[in-house]
């Protein structure tokens, strides 16, 4: 009978060991995981392979033993097949492995790893990066199923899949047609990689293809607009292509390319993406916006005002305000537009100066580059063009022994016509 509270004790005691034992061991195996982190991220190599040999479950571990041992120009594969092995169903390990296979010259075995990764995946990379093996390869038949499937998933910059398509084959209808996915977002990158690796035949294509595409969205006439006739334009919200297209035609603005960026102008403004009328080169409509009834957008042949010391200029009222502190430059552009000319063709520019003060506006002129200029009188100024595309400014110059103007100044009613 003596024993027996001696065994209760022993009994009791075993639970409170069984805890302190697992205890004991969780806190030595979390100890040994943390100082075998701290080792793989090392500069040492030997350190890094002490952390693998600490915790070989861990991939972690072996894929940085393997970034040390392609650091210093060693053989990683045996560690990245490790790393890899331990994830496998994580993409990121395969990847490195497929892109390391490939550099050691194992084609095989850096096929499989990407095959696997683009496998386990939606995203963009591992397409992207079959896409590049096949390319290096110049397997063509492989390379462009995985360039389409990487532009369907791609959501970023996608100029480096454009480049290589056409490094493969420099043919942009046939690339339009076959490696452009049907995505909006992809249509306009290409149009814009078309652009800046000036390729301007292929632009016009595809420009003209988004425009004929592009959602117009509904609008309404903005105040001081008839309800049907000339001067008709609208308000209307952000078209996601209208960006795309407005760059496309500056771009052929800026080398005077008056006649292709006329052409998708005039139509994004048919396809009501510009709450404009078109052009109409060949008549009388060739100044846009020349009521001031929308805000210049300083975009494509819109007005574009120019900043200046002394000089504000806003379009309101169905003209074009402009005041003046006095503390402006003797002579400075205020706002100008492209316009769409036809060589050897004489016009005329007419408009409407309107003072607040007594005095009248002294110093308000217009100048058109690329034109011989003609006969000038209040309100209107001729001139004979030299190119397909002119610059109309409007500008201040201070006339001679007169004081520098304050005053507002409102121009309305711009208007380029055929002269007689």
């Avoid at 360039?147 to 084959?169: H, M, N, S, T, V």
């Avoid at 632009?203 to 309800?227: D, F, I, Q, S, T």
């Avoid at 102008?265 to 929308?294: E, I, K, S, Y």
């Amino acid at each position: 009978m003596s024993g027996k509270p001696s065994e209760n004790r022993v009994v009791r005691a075993l639970p409170r060991c069984a805890l302190w034992l697992a205890l004991a061991l969780s806190s030595y195996w979390a100890l040994r995981l943390a100082w075998a982190d701290h080792l793989s991220y090392g500069a040492e190599l030997a350190g890094r392979e002490r952390a693998v040999q600490l915790a070989p479950a861990a991939a972690a571990f072996a894929e940085r033993l393997a970034q040390g041992r392609e650091e210093l120009g060693g053989d990683c594969l045996p560690d990245s097949r490790r790393a890899a092995a331990l994830d496998p169903e994580n993409p990121e390990p395969l990847m490195r492995l497929g892109v390391r296979a490939e550099l050691a010259g194992d084609y095989p075995l850096a096929e499989t790893s990407l095959l696997a990764a683009a496998a386990r995946s939606r995203l963009y990379q591992p397409k992207y990066l079959l896409a590049q093996y096949y390319f290096r390869r110049q397997n063509a038949d492989r390379f462009w199923p995985w360039a389409r499937a990487a532009l369907e998933a791609a959501y970023g910059d996608a100029a480096p899949i454009f480049e290589l398509g056409w490094r493969l084959r420099p043919d942009a209808t046939w690339l339009s047609a076959n490696l452009i996915p049907p995505r909006r977002e992809m249509a306009r990158q290409y149009l814009a990689y078309l652009c800046n690796r000036e390729r301007w035949a292929a632009a016009a294509a595809e420009a003209r293809k988004m425009v004929a595409a592009a959602e117009p969205l509904a609008g309404r006439r903005p105040r001081g607009y008839p309800a049907s006739g000339a001067g008709q334009a609208w308000v209307s919200g952000e078209s996601a292509d209208r960006p795309e297209l407005l760059a496309y035609c500056e771009a052929r603005l800026s080398r005077g390319d008056g006649r292709e960026a006329a052409e998708i102008w005039n139509a994004m403004c048919r396809r009501r993406l510009l709450a404009h009328d078109p052009l109409d080169p060949a008549g009388d409509r060739l100044v846009t916006n020349g009521d001031f009834l929308q805000a210049p957008s300083g975009r494509g042949f819109d007005w574009r005002l120019v900043e200046q010391t002394g000089v504000s200029a806003v379009a309101v009222g169905g003209a074009l305000r402009v005041s003046f502190t006095g503390r402006q430059p003797e002579r400075c552009p205020i706002a100008w537009q492209y316009v769409a000319t036809a060589p050897g063709t004489r016009y005329r520019l007419r408009y409407e100066v309107r003072e607040r003060g007594d005095a009248p506006a002294r110093g308000i002129a217009w100048v058109v580059s690329d034109a011989e200029p003609g006969a000038e009188s209040a309100g209107s100024l001729e001139f004979l063009a030299a190119k397909d595309l002119a610059r109309i400014y409007l500008i201040y110059q201070r006339p001679p022994g007169s004081a520098r103007l304050e005053d507002t100044v409102s121009i309305a009613h711009v208007r380029l016509e055929r002269a007689q």
